[in-house]
């Protein structure tokens, strides 16, 4: 592929079809060869074996006709042996004797072979040759001829044959591999558009691959490799969107800080300089307290569990936040309502105070003036519950569920707030296998509180 | 100068009416933006600063509104959304100008001046009738040369007179553009007012039209 630069890990698929389709090339061919000099072979050991019998039958008759001139006979076989040199007429070797193994006649270079041995053929060697010895006897079993002859030329024969057939098989080759070559890139060239498509999309674009024109094969990797596409641009869009409020939330109170500055500067009147030096140090403390927010929320995103988990007795940390609170807040309208008993949960105390600070400032910071709030820790139906409630006028039914999102303030929200606070007990009860309930009372008020559902807290 | 402020947070408008107020424009703020459609639709404002986020309605429909009832307001968009994407959206709305948070108090005053300039039909910062010369950046005003000190009150009237030069600018006019919400004050506060600026840019500078309202003289 294209995309394949050197050194990349991972194997092309090209290459790895094009060595399997060239391999099993080779091996189809090399059986082939082998094949065909195997069946060459034996035919050129039977033709070899009839011209063997052929000429011993020959000399058998010869010798009845001339039993009384053998020496003649000698002397012409040889003559006629000798007139003839061409390369698939080896010289035929012979000896002709008697049934008790007497040796009659035999020609120049024959093989010293036994001519009392059994009728038929048979392997030797020969002046370090193979040779193809056949034995007969004639009918009356008076005379024995042997003839003999070297198998190196039928091989060679045999070998001839299986090279031409070989040999066109070899010379198209590479044509063949060409071929199988533009095969292998043809087949994989949608693979290649679709790499070549995926390079050259910009960062931004997390659009879905089009899966129409690609083959079957890719399909499955396609609609994964969409479904992957889709989660990260949800992911990167609430990225984005955090980005965005968080950039929001913060350049709100810079511009309290900076328009306030600006008017203490070119006030006359001291009464308004004193109000907007006051409203500074405002803009400036909500800005830190956005940024701790933020901040802490950060921190708490990438944690897959409690870095510090322990048993943390809630009451005991109600009890705690109730007499800080009481020094800041209102203390009059904030009430505790917490059992005797002690109410043990695994997990971290500072986070669980994060929470019910955050559960107690919204119920402060959302409610008119002089609602009750009420801090609770109890068990219920063998949950543990810990939350605030307050009897003020509630939150408009259709916000309920965006209460937790990051940044969303309710739509009548004057009061100033990050936003973030309900994230980030969200987040905290999360982290503590808890899940963050808020409700609408039926009473009239608001509820938020975190459920560890059927806890028999710890032992 | 009566200016319609639409903003959700508390202390931001808190900082911006004081700073527009410094610049002797009258204020009113609302919070969200049903109210602006509310009194965008009862008012009359030299200006508009509206803020694109807001809560029951969003500027940008506030804005779209306002438009398409033909009204030509000057609207300048201050708003944290600072992506072009975002200004385009605004000014193609029907914006005038648009403003990014954090912004500089100075800068946006002098902004509302030319657009309030511009709507008025004149190109030149400074505003001129019968040797009297007023001018909006450095709030001086002279009088053949010569400076005039005005209350805030007496320039803030004589601003809207010279913007509407060819205009009679009725008493209940004149209120609406001195005064914001809250600020009514007695019935015969603008005759007071007209009193003292004739005192001291001549007796017939302004001309009283008899059951209709002032305008400036133009037989000069």
């Known amino acids: ?459 | 100068m009566r200016i319609l402020l639409v903003e959700d947070d508390v202390m931001l408008g808190d900082g911006i009416r004081a700073g527009l107020k410094l610049a002797d424009y009258a204020v009113d703020w609302v919070h969200d933006g049903e109210a602006a459609r509310l009194a965008l639709l009862d008012h009359a404002y030299q200006a508009c600063v509206l803020d694109l986020g807001l809560p029951k309605r969003d500027g940008l429909s506030v804005l779209k509104e306002l438009r398409q009832r033909g009204n030509p307001l000057p609207i300048l968009i201050l708003t944290a959304r600072d992506s072009s994407a975002d200004k385009i959206a605004g000014l193609d709305a029907g914006a005038d100008d648009y403003l990014t948070k954090p912004f500089d108090l100075l800068e946006l005053q002098a902004r509302l001046r030319a657009l309030i300039r511009r709507a008025g039909g004149t190109s030149t910062p400074i505003l001129e009738h019968a040797g009297v010369m007023l001018d909006p950046a450095s709030k001086r005003v002279t009088r053949d040369g010569q400076p005039v000190p005005l209350s805030a009150r007496e320039y803030a009237l004589l601003h809207d007179l010279l913007s509407h030069k060819q205009h009679i600018r009725s008493r209940s006019q004149l209120e609406e553009s001195l005064y914001a919400w809250g600020e009514e004050t007695g019935s015969n506060t603008v005759e007071v007012y007209i009193h003292q600026l004739r005192k001291k840019l001549g007796a017939d500078f302004i001309r009283t039209v008899r059951g209709l309202g002032y305008r400036l003289d133009d037989t000069r």
């Open chain 1, 1 to 459: 592929m294209p995309g394949t630069a050197p050194g990349m890990s991972g194997q092309s698929l090209r290459w790895r079809l094009l060595r399997a389709v060239f391999a099993t090339a080779f091996l189809v061919w090399g059986l082939i060869a082998i094949l065909s000099y195997g069946q060459a072979r034996h035919e050129a050991e039977e033709l070899m074996d009839g011209h063997l019998a052929q000429s011993a039958r020959l000399l058998l008759a010869l010798i009845r006709d001339n039993e009384s001139h053998l020496a003649d006979l000698a002397t012409r076989l040889a003559l006629a042996r000798s007139s003839e040199d061409r390369p698939y007429e080896s010289p035929l070797e012979f000896q002709i004797g008697r049934a008790d193994g007497s040796l009659l006649l035999r020609s120049e270079y024959a093989p010293a072979s036994s001519l009392a041995a059994a009728p038929g053929y048979e392997n030797i060697a020969h002046h370090g040759h193979p040779w193809r010895v056949l034995t007969i006897a004639a009918p009356s079993d008076d005379y024995r001829v042997q003839v003999a002859q070297s198998i190196d030329l039928r091989d060679r024969a045999a070998l001839e044959v299986a090279s031409k057939t070989v040999l066109p098989i070899a010379l198209i080759s590479p044509l063949l591999l060409l071929l199988i070559y533009f095969s292998v890139r043809r087949g994989l060239k949608p693979l290649d558009d679709l790499a070549a498509d995926v390079a050259a999309r910009s960062p931004e674009n997390l659009k879905p691959l089009a899966r129409r024109t690609a083959p079957r094969e890719v399909q499955p990797l396609l609609a994964a490799l969409n479904r992957l596409l889709a989660r990260l641009a949800d992911a990167l869009d609430k990225e984005r969107r955090f980005t965005a409020d968080a950039a929001h939330e913060l350049r709100t109170p810079l511009a309290v800080v900076k328009v306030q500055a600006q008017v203490a500067q070119l006030s006359r009147n001291p009464d308004d300089r004193q109000h907007a030096l006051q409203q500074i140090v405002c803009g400036a403390d909500r800005a830190a307290r956005v940024l701790e927010q933020l901040l802490r929320l950060a921190r708490l995103d990438p944690l897959a569990e409690l870095p510090s988990a322990g048993k943390v007795d809630l009451g005991e940390l109600a009890r705690r936040l109730l007499v800080e609170t009481a020094v800041t807040a209102d203390a009059g309208s904030v009430h505790l309502q917490a059992s005797a008993t002690p109410l043990l949960v695994r997990g971290d105390g500072e986070l669980l105070e994060i929470v019910l600070r955050n559960l107690l400032d919204n119920a402060l910071r959302y409610t008119p003036p002089g609602t009750q709030v009420t801090l609770f820790v109890q068990r219920r139906n063998g949950d543990i519950l810990l939350g605030v409630a307050d009897d003020g006028p509630g939150v408009a039914p259709e916000e309920l569920s965006r209460l937790a999102e990051r940044f969303y303030r309710g739509r009548d929200a004057h009061a100033e707030g990050s936003g973030l606070g309900l994230a980030i007990v969200q987040r905290i009860a999360e982290l503590h296998a808890a899940c963050l309930e808020v409700e609408n009372l039926s009473g009239g008020g608001f509820e938020a509180r975190l459920r560890w559902v059927g806890s028999a807290g710890v032992p």
